[in-house]
């Protein structure tokens, strides 16, 4: 059974940091590629970023390049999302997800097979 689990959301003034973490289980982690997605209430699931299987490849959503990075630590079946100079706009739940490598690249997310159950992050202005 594939299992993400997300953690690391919580309250932050805006500003400040946090940092998401997704453990997979129950996939071969190597072969999928990752995506981070959020959705705010009243608002559909959008896309934050991406990450190859190998990690030497990332994509952005415009909106949050430079202040966001993905990366992975396949040792540990975890993908990681560093979330700086966070805005009052930025509040969702946040969800990570898993694409098969052969559709690395796609910022939709009726593309991606398997997600998590979500962790709420919330920006105080």
């Known amino acids: 059974q594939v299992q993400l689990v997300e953690s690391g959301g919580g309250l932050v003034q805006a500003g400040g940091s946090l940092r998401l973490s997704c453990a997979a289980s129950g996939l071969p982690f190597s072969s999928y590629a990752m995506g981070w997605f959020r959705q705010a209430p009243g608002k559909e699931r959008e896309f934050v970023a991406a990450?190859?299987?190998?990690?030497?490849?990332?994509n952005y959503a415009g909106s949050e390049e430079g202040r966001f990075t993905i990366s992975r630590d396949n040792a540990k079946n975890t993908v990681y999302l560093q979330m700086n100079s966070l805005k009052p706009e930025n509040t969702a739940v946040y969800y990570c997800?898993?694409?098969?490598?052969?559709?690395?690249?796609?910022?939709?997310?009726?593309?991606?097979?398997?997600w998590g159950q979500g962790t709420q992050v919330t920006v105080s202005s």
């Open positions: 990450i190859s299987w190998s990690g030497r490849s990332t």
């Open positions: 997800a898993a694409i098969l490598t052969t559709r690395w690249g796609s910022s939709r997310a009726d593309d991606y097979d398997y």
